[in-house]
C-alpha cells in the first residue's frame, strides 16, 4: 500500500501553526479561517498517523512528529525559496546551463561564438557534446541536448525518422572545397576540371560522415575513380594526413581557417566547388527551450550567422586571390 504524503499547504500551516503559537494567529498570517486552519493541521495528523501537537489548555507544543515535520516544513520553503530565485535567473536569460550539440566539423566555428556570448551572460554554464549525427539528434529528440548545430538534411532512411522529428532552422553556409599540399603539381592551377583527379589519391573521411556523403557524390557525379583512396577518422586526420602528402581531400572550409591562412594547406580552384552544404541550429520542437537556450538559439540565427558567413566569405576571397 502506498504511504500518504504531507501536502505542501499542510506544512505551510504547520509551520506558521508553530512559529505563531495558536491556530488564530496561523490563519491570519496565511488569510485564513480558525477552523480551516484547524482543519488542514487534522488532515496532517491523519496522514502522519500521529498528532503533530500535544494540546495543553489553549497552548499548542510540538510533538516528536512534529518536530519532524516542522524540519521538513522548513527544508521545503527554504528549497522553494532557492527555486524561485533560480526561476527568476532563468528568466533573465544570465544563469542556468546550457546543453550544446555539435558535429566534430563544428568545434572549429561554435567555440568563438560560444565565448562571445557568453561575456554577455557570464553566469550561464555550459555542458558541450561532440558526437556524430545519428546520436546526436537522438540526444535531441531525448532532451539531453538543448541545441545542435548539424549540417545536411535527412539522406538516408536510417537517420531520417529521427531528424524529420526536428526544428531545423537554417544559420550559415558550410562550404566544402578541396585541399591539398602547398607543393601539390596543381596548387597554382586554375579552372582544374574534376576528371583531373583521376590521378590523385584521395583522403576520405569514414563511412557516416557527412563529409564522406558529399566525396563520394561529387566523384560518382564526375566519374572520377581516384588512383586510391585512403580512409581516415575525423577532420584533424584527413588534414594531417593531406599535409604529410598522403593525399588530397573534401573538407569543410570551417575546419580551415588557420591551416588556410598559414599556407600550411592550399584550396585546388576545381571547378564545380565550393560544394555549399549549410549549418543548421537544430532543437526539438516539442519541448521547452529553457530561455539561457532561447537567447543564444537568438545570437547564432542573428549575431552568429553574420560573423560565421563575414569570416568565411573573407577566407575564400582572399583564398581566390592566392594571398
Not at 524561485?84 to 544570465?94: C, G, I, N, T
Not at 541545441?147 to 525518422?161: H, I, K, Y
Amino acid at each position: 500500500m502506498e504511504q500518504r504524503q504531507p501536502s505542501l499547504r499542510q506544512l505551510e500551516v504547520l509551520k506558521a501553526v508553530a512559529e505563531t503559537g495558536t491556530m488564530a494567529r496561523a490563519g491570519q498570517r496565511l488569510f485564513m479561517t480558525g477552523p480551516a486552519v484547524t482543519q488542514q493541521i487534522q488532515q496532517l495528523e491523519r496522514t502522519l498517523g500521529v498528532p503533530a501537537f500535544d494540546r495543553i489548555g489553549r497552548r499548542l507544543r510540538l510533538t516528536a512528529a512534529g518536530e519532524r515535520a516542522l524540519a521538513a516544513a522548513n527544508d521545503v520553503h527554504t528549497r522553494l525559496g532557492v527555486l524561485a530565485k533560480e526561476m527568476d535567473a532563468l528568466r533573465k536569460q544570465d544563469d542556468g546551463t546550457l546543453h550544446l550539440g555539435i558535429l566534430a566539423t563544428g568545434t572549429h566555428i561554435l567555440p568563438p561564438l560560444l565565448a562571445a556570448f557568453r561575456r554577455r551572460s557570464p553566469g550561464i554554464a555550459v555542458q558541450m557534446t561532440v558526437c556524430p549525427r545519428q546520436e546526436l539528434a537522438r540526444r535531441v529528440l531525448d532532451g539531453d541536448v538543448d541545441l545542435a548545430l548539424m549540417g545536411r538534411g535527412p539522406e538516408s532512411s536510417v537517420d531520417a525518422p529521427a531528424t524529420e522529428l526536428l526544428t531545423r532552422e537554417p544559420f550559415a553556409s558550410n562550404p566544402h572545397v578541396i585541399i591539398a599540399w602547398p607543393d601539390h603539381p596543381l596548387a597554382a592551377e586554375r579552372g582544374i576540371s574534376p576528371i583531373e583527379l583521376r590521378h590523385e589519391s584521395v583522403v576520405q573521411r569514414e563511412p557516416g560522415s557527412g563529409t564522406r556523403a558529399m566525396l563520394d557524390a561529387f566523384l560518382g557525379l564526375h566519374r572520377i575513380v581516384p588512383r586510391e583512396r585512403i580512409s581516415v577518422s575525423g577532420n584533424e586526420m584527413a588534414k594531417h594526413a593531406v599535409m604529410s602528402q598522403l593525399g588530397i581531400s573534401l573538407t569543410s572550409v570551417h575546419t580551415l581557417f588557420l591551416e588556410l591562412k598559414t599556407g600550411a594547406l592550399v584550396r585546388l580552384d576545381v571547378d564545380h566547388t565550393p560544394i555549399v552544404r549549410t549549418w543548421y541550429v537544430v532543437h526539438h520542437p516539442g519541448r521547452w527551450l529553457p530561455p539561457a537556450a532561447a537567447a543564444f538559439r537568438d545570437y547564432l540565427l542573428d549575431e552568429g550567422a553574420r560573423k560565421v558567413q563575414e569570416e568565411t566569405r573573407s577566407l575564400l576571397s582572399a583564398d581566390d586571390r592566392g594571398t
